[in-house]
């Protein structure tokens, strides 16, 4: 089963339909680095990552580890690691995943530009907890931590993110 992410802001999953924040760039089909839009396509859910100091893991037949305070991700086109994790100190650009908000409490790392990685095509694409204002993501969805919970529960490694301009 998808879980259906439309361009007015909603998810749709089983009978759940809930909020959720999208990219600042609104969706797009032409995806390129630093546009801080939302990639349209079907994506697969790659694994769980969560903060381990912050709530247990969360339920779910996905890949799961818990977060290290020196994880990251590349976000250099011109890097070899581009579009891959890393570890802090990195010597390119790179986000860090350990962060003082809540926002990467739980993150779905999504097959975005994964499969083969290509330069400028983005990077860092995370199904992941909204703000308590829902503010517009990088390029990302965000969701609530509970209905993130919810959702988790009923994927596995055939579950994919349908992202579509309605």
């Known amino acids: 089963m998808d879980i259906r992410v439309t361009s007015a802001g909603r998810l749709l999953f089983g009978t759940l339909t809930v909020r ?3 990219g600042r760039g609104g969706v797009t089909d032409g995806k390129t680095e630093g546009d801080g839009a939302t990639p349209l396509g079907r ?10 100091d912050r709530l247990a893991a969360p339920f779910t037949d996905l890949p799961i580890r818990a977060l290290h305070e020196n994880d990251g991700w590349c976000d250099a086109p011109t890097d070899a690691a581009y579009n891959l994790p890393v570890s ?6 790179a986000e860090h995943l350990w ?7 739980i993150l779905v790392v999504l097959g975005v530009n994964d499969d083969p990685v290509i330069p400028q095509k983005g990077s860092a694409i995370f199904f992941h907890l909204a703000a308590p204002d829902y503010t ?9 931590k509970k209905d993130m919970i919810d959702i988790l529960k009923s994927c596995d490694p055939s579950t994919r993110m349908l992202i579509e301009k309605v």
């Open 20 to 22: 959720c924040a999208l």
């Open 43 to 52: 994506w697969p859910l790659r694994r769980v990552l969560y903060r381990a």
């Open 88 to 93: 802090h100190p990195y010597p390119a650009s």
């Open 99 to 105: 962060r003082d908000d809540s926002r990467y409490d």
């Open 136 to 144: 517009p993501t990088e390029g990302c969805v965000a969701v609530a």
